[in-house]
Every structure is written in structure tokens, then in C-alpha cells.
């Protein structure tokens, strides 16, 4: 098994190392405020639900300058083994927008599967180093269904307020849902459970040093997730309290996350262009709903930022939209505030769009990725300021909508995906 | 579809079109409308806001339609008044507007009023022109074409009397003393304007009236005349605009504007010497000083700024000695010079120096003001001296590198003018095909401007205040309106230049620099420092501190 990428100190370490059941993969960089609390949360919580198993936290650092790895060695003690691996952060990597705040994670991520598999670990768990909102049921929401029920891959569901997820709700969770025929909460990292089948028939083999790891891992796992054979499921973790760390600019983050699924869409075309309709995945843990909470969403600042792109990125829209769409997209930036309304379906056109010309090599990928940014704005302006007035029902009722409309005009993506290739 | 709003004028990016140097749409060899129409998806593209035609009239074509024979119709080379409608709703379909060349001082000696006029004293339409039994009257007004023109009389010997012609002797000057004049010309322009356009540039409006003892130009009664043209506008349309021009100094184009009541735009002829000027000399000071004279306008009112047109860079406004200067550096040639100016494009008169022409263009679009953009200038098209009058500058537009440019299918012996085809600025090497294949060429970078441009209305609508940096190579200014500062530098040298600007005022910005969006270092007390490139220029957009970075709120929990 390819090894070379892991420090000399970890080979060794784990040249005698004992067998282990379970693996808690700890991704930390400068979280010495709340990674000790988590940790110990963690253990705790496998002591209780999961009395059997032998534990092994691996502690993935990005070096840390604030005694991270000190505070969680010292928290852990003698509850259970530890190992401190620091991973390698390439200049790349930096760009990469994340909520944990840890650059390198795919490198994180590829160390905790290789340790898990030299291990013979039944499954690895992987929490974000920053969470804060990490008790001790969390061990058992993500690592009970892979051992009880042979689950692959648990997929984090935090409860979240109305408009949080903006990007999520209204393009990354509905688009993967048409693609794929699953409806996956997609929210990218907090916590997330792997078994080693998982592991070892889909993350070793993955090419961890190509392209797809300059889109971010989260977003990759999350399509391997549903792309391959592998069972699923969510657990519902509550809210995700966290350190925040800063994100970068919004256009660099929804060129990475959109980026991410229009890549994977070229690799999985087989997979996705024949799939119909959606179902649910299967749950752990209560049931939640959406909070009610609004937070303070500027809609007149996004529609300005709409207005802008209309003004800065016209030329660029106008090669990537077909003439119909463009004229629509164009028709909006005569609206005033207060009457500007982005249909969901022109959303949804705009999006499908964009991957087809991201296919199609139109412009520069990163460029065209960047483009949309004023166009989310758009939508989500639009969408806030037609639900903002209404319950969390008729939120949720729009989403559900949303979702709607990306799985009826999936046939035109295939279709025009479809004609591009031949 | 185009935007609301009654002062979108001072926003606009003008084009001036020749049609039958534009395309040809029926293949005789003359530009039309049906090729113009064909044309607008470009023009789209490109992003200009107006496009200013210049005289389609039928006409004996003379003076290049400047004669007109008849304001009411379309010449029946370029197409017909059907035509003009069809092409008016394309062209608003796209967002832009149209205005159109009217000749209000005079006609054609073929015109049908002439034609009765000299007939009789008793004509009925014998008051239409000013007449005289000698050619003493008037004897203050200057002759305008010195090269081609002895007097302002001409002898008719068919009307046996001499008539008044400011320009040439083939174009008698409307008497306009007669108020069946004014309202025949009024009525003309109700015509046009019921036809869907959006205004007119109004030929030659300084020379209307003659009065004994004066030197028969901007007149008081011109301006009555003026604003009644101007009330009659806007009681019956809404949106459209009159142009000027008057080729005089800026005080004396300044009684055009009259207080908001008389022409909306007037080309700010004086500017366009001094801009090349100040290249060649490389100081600032001809442009500084140009504007230090030019009189505050009203609001509603803007100055029309262009590099070139298709006369001749008219030198007019110019002492004795700067003549000298810009016919010794830009016409040497006996063959680049007409009437008191050099006929020649922008592209040969900067001696195709990409940098240059970056430059001038640069001034002419952020300096108060809206931009006119000369057909072809847009790619560096090249003139041909050899032509007569101005029509070296006048010739096809280069479209393609196939026959005749993409202009017309037609025989090239058919053309109305033989396309540019020399080693430097020939078509199949300069055309508008190529240009666009080739990201960083001159008409990608011009539309990459114009489209900054229109982002801002900062610079249609801004005040101007002028940095004096103790390097005189440098020109600099600040330009405000509402809440926005935008800071303008350039490089008038072939070298590269440093220069520390006083931004006090400003410190605390961090200026934003609007092409690449890429960030200056933050304004402090202290003198800015920047360096230019030779030729080089900067857009900025002196942002406050924490300008723009209010944010959107979901920044933080958009995935």
C-alpha cells in the first residue's frame, strides 16, 4: 500500500502498532480552545456506547502554533492511544476554503484512511477540530450504524437555521439529490464516519494528488458518498457550534464547492445521466426540523451584488448562457429591490448552464466557476425576501420546490451534456 | 430595451457612423442601412450606448452629404425611410439609441428651395436664402474654408444676385430671418423625431443669423431660435437630445447650453488638439489649462469629447504657434492637411503606438464628458492621404480580411472609396474578425474600457479636480460624484515616470484599480506614490476603508 506520503515518524509508529477497532480522526490548526473539550467528548462517548472497541485518536495537524497537539495529548491522557501526525499542507492547499479552518485536509483525510486500514480499524471517524457543539452522543450517531448495521458512509445533518446553507439548500444539496438520486443533507465537514470498506474499495484508490484535490475533500467525499455503491445514511447532530475561522472571499468558495460537483459530474456520467427521480436516505438520531432564526441577511446588498456582476460580467454570462436564459437573467436587473424576484426555474437553468459550459471548456474553469457567484446572489436575495415574511414551513416548501424543478429539468442537462459529447 | 432615463446622455458612450463606410448590405459598393442593421449585434458587443449617424440624406454628395438636396427622405443608395424605421427599432431592441446628422444652417444648391429660389425675385421661395446685389455685406464674418474659398458671396447668375454661404459656394445658408425657415427646418426635425430618433447633432449652429457689424456667428437671435427648438422637444418627446456643434471655445459654446434650456451636448472642440499636444510634449499643461478655461455647465447639460471624427482634426482653436507645433509633429505631409487641420485617423497620428492610443483614449474617457468613438477607430484602422478632401479618413470599414474588408461583396472597382490596404494598417492585417480572436488586441481592450466605464457614472457625471504633482509628465485627477472617488493618472511621456500625489484628503482609501480589481496600497497622510509605465494609466477607485465590505450575511453559513 502506497505509504510514502506519510511521515517517517507515523511508519514506524505504526509498524508496531496494535490492531484497533476504531479510529477518531481528530483535523486541528490552531483550535486549542475547543479540540481538548471535543476529544474528551469523543472518548467519552465511546466509552459509553461503544464499551468494546479499541480506540486510536489520530490527531491531524496543520501545524499549529497555539500548543494544540499539547492541549489535546494532555486531554486524551492515558483514555486512550493517540497519535500526532502533522500532514503536509501544499501551497495549494491554503486556497482552499474549509469551515474547519485546516488547510490540508485532504492530506489529513488520506492519512486517517491509510492508518485505518494498516490497522485493520473497523471505522473511522473524522471530526473537524474547531466544532464546539460535540457531546458524547455524537460517537454513537456516527459510529453505530457502520458497526450495527453495516453502513459505509455517515454523512453529517446539523439542525440549521432558515437561510443558513444558502449555497447548500439551493444548489449544492438539490443538484446532487438530481444527479444522484439521493437526498443527502450534503453539509460539508463538522463530523463525518467511514467504514473500512469504504475506505479501502473508495478513498485509498482515489488519485489524492490530481485535480479533484484542488476542489476541497469535503465536497469529494460527499459525491463518492452517493456516486458509488456504497450504503448511506445521516445522522442528525444537532446544531454545529464552532470556532469560525475566516473563509475567504465568497466567489473562491463557490468556485470550490460548485467546482467540486461539475468536476465529479465528468468522472460519474454514467452514473448520473441515467438516474430518475429521489429517495430519501436513512436517519439516526431524532428527528429535526429547520430553525426559525433569519440572521441578519442584507437582500439589498445581494441584489447590488447581483446588479454588479449584471454590469462587470455581462460579456462573460453572455457566453456561458444560452440567448433565452440570458435574456431572462438580463430582463432582471431592471427590477427594483423590492420587486426583484429570480424564478427558481431560471435558478435551476442558470445552474445546469454553468456545468454544461464548465464542460464544454467555454472559459477559463475557474473564471466561469467565479461568474456564478453574482448570480447565487441573485437567487438567494430573491428567495430571502420571498419567504422572509413566511413560517419555516413554507421554507422548507420552497426548498422542496427547489428540488423539484432540478430533478424535472435534469432530461435537458443529459440531453445537451450528452450532444456536447458526441 | 433601453434604460429609463432623461439624462442617460451624460453616461453614454457615442459611436459616429458613416453608413455608406459602414457595410454594405445590397452589394453596390456603398454602405446602407440594411448592412447597418447587420452590423448592430456588433456594435452590441462592443457596448457603445449611441450611435451618431452622420447626414444620409439625399444629396449631389458634395460635401460628403453635408449638402443635403432633400431633409425629409433617404438617399436611395443607403435605402429607405422604411429603412431608417427598421433600423431605429433594431438598434433600440439592442439598448441603443440613435441620433442623426441635421444641417441647420444651409443646403444644397440642388435643393428644391434653392432650385425655385434663384428663379425670380418673386419665388415664392426667394426669402428662404440671403440675398445681396454685392458682396459687401457682412464683411466681419471670416471665411471658413480658406483653401477652397475666397469669399462668402457667390454669384448666381441666374438669380442675378450674390447669396450668403458660410462653407462652400455650393451650399447657400438658410435665411433664417424668415419664419417660414425656422418652421420648415422645426418641422423637419418633428419629421425625424416621429421616426423613432432619439435626437440630432446639429451642423455648423454658430452661423444661423447675419447681422451687419458682427462677425455673424453666435448670435442672440441663433439662440432664441435655439431654445425654441429646444421647447418644442421636450413639451412633445421625452429622452431626446440635442448636439452642438460649434467649433469655438468652450466660453463661447458655453451660451449653447443656455441654462439647461437650449442644447443638451456640445463637442468640446478645443480639448482634442491639446490632448495630442500634450503626448507629444509631454507635459500636462495644454490639458490642464485647456479645462482651467473651460466654464462650468449646468447640470443637465455635458460636453461631447472625441479624439477624432470624420473631418479633419481641426486646429481652428488654436493660436499660430500651436498650429505650427501640431502640423510640424503630426502633418507633416502637405497631403495630411485640410482647411486649417490634418485629416488623418487616430491610429497613423500616434504613429500606431498601441500605448499612445491607449493613452488618448483613456483621457477622453474619464475626463467630464461623454466619449465619441470615430467608426474604426475602435480596432486602429488607418487613413489613406492620398484621397481627396477628407475622404482618406472616410474610407470602408474593415470587417474581415476577405475582399474589400467585409464590406461589400461587390467588384472592387464599384466601391465608393478603395479600402485601406497598406502594409501597416491594411485590412487583412487591422479588421474587426481578427481583432476579436485576439484576447488582448485594441478592440478587446476598448470594449474591456467601455464596459468599466459604464460602471461608474462617476465619469459621466463627476466633478474634476486636478492633482499638481511636482512631475509635470503626469497628469492627474480626481473625479467625485455622490460617494464614489475615482482617481485618474497618466503618463503623458514615452518613459516611465514617478509621481507623489497629495491624496490627504483621501486618507484611510484603499484605492481599487478598476481593470484588474486589484488593490493600491492604502492612502496615507504621506504623498502617494505610484510609478507609470511610459503611456501607462490608472484607473482608481479610491474606496473608503471599509467601503463595500458590508456584507451580505451569509458569508460565514453559506455551505
Redesign the interface.
Known amino acids: 500500500m502506497e505509504d510514502s506520503f506519510l511521515p517517517e515518524s507515523a511508519r514506524i509508529w505504526l509498524e508496531g502498532a496494535e490492531p484497533v477497532d476504531l479510529v477518531i480522526g481528530l483535523l486541528t490548526f490552531n483550535d486549542t480552545t475547543t479540540a481538548p473539550s471535543l476529544v474528551r467528548a469523543m472518548i467519552e462517548g465511546c466509552a459509553r456506547s461503544l464499551p468494546q472497541q479499541r480506540i486510536l485518536v489520530v490527531n491531524c495537524d496543520a501545524g499549529s502554533q497555539d500548543g494544540t497537539t499539547q492541549a489535546i495529548e494532555q486531554s486524551v491522557g492515558d483514555k486512550a492511544r493517540l497519535l500526532t501526525i502533522p500532514h503536509a499542507v501544499l501551497g495549494s492547499s491554503y486556497k482552499l476554503v474549509s469551515?474547519s479552518g485546516v488547510p490540508g485536509r485532504e492530506s489529513a483525510f488520506r492519512i486517517l484512511a491509510t492508518v485505518t486500514d494498516k490497522l485493520n480499524a473497523a471505522a473511522c471517524v473524522v471530526v473537524d477540530g474547531n466544532v464546539k457543539s460535540v457531546d458524547e452522543h455524537w460517537s454513537q450517531l456516527l459510529v453505530d450504524p457502520i458497526v450495527e448495521k453495516g453502513v459505509d458512509c455517515v454523512l453529517p445533518w446539523f439542525l440549521?437555521n432558515r437561510?443558513?446553507?444558502?449555497?447548500?439548500n439551493t444548489l449544492?444539496a438539490p443538484l446532487t439529490t438530481a444527479l444522484y438520486g439521493k437526498r443527502i443533507p450534503y453539509?460539508?465537514?463538522g463530523a463525518y464516519a467511514f467504514s473500512a470498506n469504504m475506505i479501502r474499495s473508495t478513498l485509498l484508490p482515489q488519485p489524492w494528488g490530481e485535480e479533484i484535490a484542488r476542489h476541497g475533500i469535503d465536497g469529494w467525499v460527499m459525491t463518492l458518498a452517493v456516486a458509488e455503491s456504497l450504503q448511506i445514511c445521516r445522522a442528525a447532530l444537532g446544531p454545529r457550534l464552532q470556532q469560525?475561522k475566516p473563509?475567504g472571499e465568497?466567489s473562491d468558495?463557490?468556485a470550490q464547492?460548485v467546482g467540486c460537483l461539475f468536476y465529479l459530474m465528468e468522472r460519474y456520467q454514467e452514473k448520473w445521466e441515467t438516474v430518475k427521480g429521489s429517495a430519501p436516505i436513512p436517519t439516526v438520531g431524532p428527528p429535526m426540523g429547520m430553525g426559525a432564526a433569519t440572521?441578519?441577511?442584507?437582500v439589498e446588498?445581494?441584489v447590488n451584488?447581483f446588479r454588479?456582476g449584471l454590469?462587470?460580467l455581462?460579456?462573460v454570462w453572455q457566453i456561458i448562457l444560452p440567448a433565452e436564459t440570458f435574456q431572462q437573467v438580463?430582463?432582471l436587473g431592471?427590477e427594483d429591490t423590492d420587486g426583484f424576484r429570480f424564478s427558481p426555474s431560471l435558478w435551476v437553468q442558470v445552474v445546469y448552464d454553468f456545468a454544461l459550459a464548465y464542460h464544454e471548456r467555454l472559459l477559463h474553469r475557474e473564471h466561469l466557476l467565479k461568474a456564478l457567484t453574482p448570480l447565487y446572489?441573485g437567487y438567494?436575495a430573491s428567495f430571502v425576501s420571498g419567504t422572509r415574511a413566511q413560517g419555516v414551513e413554507q421554507v422548507e416548501r420552497e426548498l422542496a420546490r427547489l428540488n423539484d424543478h432540478f430533478e424535472t429539468m435534469k432530461p435537458y442537462l443529459v440531453q445537451r451534456w450528452r450532444w456536447h459529447d458526441e | 430595451?433601453l434604460?429609463a432615463d432623461p439624462l442617460w446622455y451624460k453616461d453614454a458612450v457615442f459611436y459616429e457612423i458613416h453608413v455608406k463606410a459602414f457595410a454594405d448590405g445590397n452589394g453596390d459598393g456603398i454602405g446602407d442601412f440594411q448592412g447597418l442593421i447587420g452590423k448592430l449585434d456588433y456594435l452590441q458587443?462592443l457596448g457603445v450606448d449611441c450611435l451618431w449617424l452622420l447626414p444620409f440624406y439625399p444629396s449631389p454628395l458634395r460635401d460628403d452629404g453635408y449638402d443635403v438636396a432633400d431633409f425629409r427622405s433617404v438617399a436611395e443608395q443607403y435605402g429607405t425611410t422604411e429603412d431608417v424605421r427598421r433600423f431605429l427599432d433594431e438598434a433600440h431592441r439592442r439598448g441603443m439609441r440613435v441620433i442623426v446628422d441635421l444641417v441647420l444652417n444651409h443646403t444644397s444648391d440642388q435643393h428644391p428651395w434653392f432650385q425655385e429660389a434663384r428663379q425670380s425675385p418673386q419665388s415664392l421661395k426667394r426669402h428662404f436664402y440671403v440675398w445681396s446685389d454685392n458682396d459687401r455685406k457682412y464683411g466681419k464674418a471670416r471665411i471658413i474654408f480658406i483653401d477652397t474659398e475666397k469669399s462668402n458671396w457667390t454669384w448666381d447668375s441666374e438669380a442675378k444676385a450674390f447669396y450668403w454661404h458660410r462653407f462652400f459656394s455650393h451650399q447657400p445658408d438658410l435665411n433664417y430671418d424668415n419664419p417660414e425657415v425656422r418652421q420648415a427646418m422645426l418641422d423637419t426635425m418633428v419629421f425625424w423625431l416621429d421616426q423613432g430618433l432619439d435626437g440630432f447633432r446639429c451642423d455648423a449652429v454658430p452661423y444661423l443669423f447675419e447681422r451687419e457689424s458682427t462677425i455673424c456667428e453666435n448670435l442672440p437671435e441663433t439662440h432664441d431660435y435655439l431654445k425654441d427648438i429646444r421647447r418644442r422637444l421636450d413639451e412633445t418627446y421625452q429622452e431626446r437630445i440635442l448636439l452642438a456643434e460649434a467649433n469655438q471655445w468652450p466660453s463661447d459654446v458655453r451660451p449653447y447650453f443656455g441654462n439647461g434650456d437650449e442644447f443638451h451636448m456640445a463637442f468640446h472642440f478645443p480639448l482634442m488638439p491639446r490632448l495630442y499636444m500634450g503626448v507629444r510634449s509631454e507635459t500636462r499643461d495644454p490639458i490642464v489649462d485647456m479645462f482651467t478655461h473651460t466654464p462650468e455647465i449646468p447640470p443637465n447639460c455635458q460636453w461631447c469629447l472625441f479624439l477624432r471624427n470624420h473631418d479633419e482634426l481641426t486646429l481652428e482653436m488654436c493660436s499660430g504657434e500651436e498650429r505650427d507645433y501640431m502640423y510640424y509633429t503630426y502633418g507633416r505631409d502637405p497631403k495630411m492637411r485640410r482647411n486649417i487641420g490634418i485629416a488623418r485617423r487616430l491610429a497613423p497620428l500616434l504613429d500606431n503606438d498601441r500605448r499612445k492610443i491607449e493613452l488618448l483614449n483613456s483621457l477622453v474617457f474619464t475626463m467630464p464628458g461623454s466619449p465619441i468613438i470615430y467608426y474604426g477607430d475602435e480596432i486602429g484602422m488607418g487613413d489613406n492621404i492620398q484621397l481627396k478632401d477628407r475622404d482618406g479618413v472616410r474610407t470602408p470599414m474593415q470587417w474581415t480580411m476577405d475582399r474589400n474588408a467585409g464590406f461589400s461583396p461587390c467588384d472592387p472597382a464599384q466601391l465608393y472609396l478603395p479600402v485601406v490596404a497598406d502594409a501597416l494598417y491594411g485590412y487583412q492585417v487591422v479588421n474587426v474578425e481578427s481583432q476579436k480572436e485576439a484576447p488582448h488586441s485594441l478592440l478587446h481592450w476598448m470594449?474591456r474600457m467601455i464596459?468599466v466605464r459604464?460602471?461608474f457614472p462617476t465619469f459621466g457625471r463627476g466633478t474634476i479636480t486636478f492633482l499638481r504633482p511636482a512631475n509635470g509628465k503626469v497628469l492627474a485627477y480626481v473625479r467625485r460624484h455622490e460617494n464614489i472617488a475615482l482617481l485618474l493618472v497618466h503618463n503623458l511621456a514615452g518613459s516611465a515616470q514617478s509621481a507623489e500625489l497629495d491624496l490627504k484628503e483621501f486618507a484611510g482609501s484603499m484605492p481599487i484599480e478598476l481593470l484588474g480589481e486589484s488593490q493600491f496600497p492604502q492612502v496615507t497622510d504621506r504623498p502617494y506614490a505610484l510609478t507609470l509605465a511610459p503611456y501607462g494609466y490608472y484607473w482608481l477607485n479610491l474606496k473608503p476603508e471599509h467601503a463595500g465590505m458590508?456584507?451580505?450575511?451569509?458569508?460565514?453559513?453559506?455551505?
Open positions: 469551515e440549521r437561510y443558513e446553507g444558502t449555497l447548500t449544492l453539509h460539508l465537514g469560525v473563509m465568497l468558495l463557490v464547492s440572521g441578519a441577511i442584507n446588498r445581494m451584488g454588479q454590469r462587470d455581462l460579456p438580463l430582463e431592471v446572489l438567494t | 430595451m434604460r458587443w470594449k464596459a459604464k460602471r458590508e456584507p451580505y450575511g451569509i458569508e460565514l453559513t453559506a455551505l
